[in-house]
């Protein structure tokens, strides 16, 4: 995750590798997130 | 209801349950859950979508709320674009929210947590879910 999207997603979990889309106001990010 | 109808319906119910064990069994189908942890600036809507994996679809079962101060968050859920809840208030009485039956989940699914305070809050979100195959879901889907 970019520094700046930490600031809003605290934590992510799933089981399966998924993509996620998050807006704040304007802004838009996008994050990959894969299971360790 | 007549005690043959009792019956009968206890013997399908049986069968269904027996059914589902073998599938779940078969297609290694377990119980999982998602979380997804979110600061919301003060009066703000914090929007997430998330796509189901290619390979598997959703049976959603409920969610588990975790917020640091109850009835100043708003939720707003959609699978597929079908709303399935709206603005809701998390207050203790919707902390623990279970389906009444499966709703599935197919492509993606949409969640608006909004703030309406005056200061910052935070909001943990567990999805409790069955992944299906999404090949056996394409057998048997009407």
């Known amino acids: 995750m970019s520094e700046e999207i930490k600031k809003y997603v605290k934590h992510v979990s799933f089981p399966q590798e998924v993509k996620i889309k998050v807006k704040i106001g304007d802004k838009e990010y996008e994050l990959t997130y894969k299971p360790s | ?142």
């Open chain 2, 1 to 142: 209801m007549s005690l043959l109808t009792s019956l009968v319906d206890l013997k399908i119910k049986d069968l269904v349950e027996i059914y589902q064990a073998l599938l779940e069994r078969k297609y290694d189908i377990k119980d999982s859950i998602w979380e997804l942890s979110l600061l919301i600036p003060a009066n703000t809507t914090v929007y997430a979508k998330i796509d189901v994996p290619k390979e598997t679809v959703y049976f959603e079962r409920g969610y588990e709320f975790d917020v640091d101060k109850l009835s100043v968050l708003r939720f707003t859920h959609y699978h597929d674009g079908r709303l399935i809840m709206k603005d809701i208030t998390l207050d203790e009485s919707v902390l623990s929210w279970r389906y009444t039956r499966p709703e599935i989940c197919v492509n993606y699914f949409e969640v608006f947590v909004t703030n309406i305070d005056t200061v910052d809050h935070s909001v943990k979100v567990v999805g409790l879910y069955k992944a299906i195959p999404r090949e056996l879901y394409e057998k048997v889907k009407i």
